[in-house]
Nanobody, 128 residues
């Protein structure tokens, strides 16, 4: 049974930083997998924030986070991270780790419906 567990959320002031982590059980982030982070703010649709194909250098970042967020993976620990710098109030949302079940070759979709496994989320709040 696959499990994804997010951690690292919290409250931070604007321009601050947070590092989210996603630990997987029953699933390996390595081997041409599409994995990533999504977020959903109250009253808004879920959006893809950062997506990566773990076997390539291909990554996707939402325009709103480019240059501020960085997705990375630790294959030895089977953890996926999201480093978030220069946080803004509009980054406030529940952040979810997601993964596709089967290997995928080439660019990944940034649509949530293409992902099979989801964590329960971790809240990120940016306010002064």
């Amino acid at each position: 049974q696959v499990g994804l567990v997010e951690s690292g959320g919290g409250s931070v002031q604007p321009s601050g930083s947070l590092r989210l982590s996603c630990a997987a059980s029953g699933y390996s982030f390595s081997g041409s997998k599409c994995v990533g982070w999504f977020r959903q703010a109250p009253g808004k649709e879920r959006e893809g924030v950062a997506i990566v194909n773990t076997a390539s250098t291909w990554t996707y970042y939402a325009d709103s986070v480019k240059g501020r967020f960085t997705i990375s993976q630790d294959n030895a620990e089977n953890i996926m991270n999201l480093q978030m710098n220069n946080l803004k109030p509009e980054d406030t949302a529940m952040y979810y780790c997601a993964a596709r079940r089967y290997p995928h070759f080439g660019p990944c979709s940034s649509l949530g419906r293409e992902f099979d496994y989801w964590g329960l989320g971790t809240q990120v709040t940016v306010s002064s």
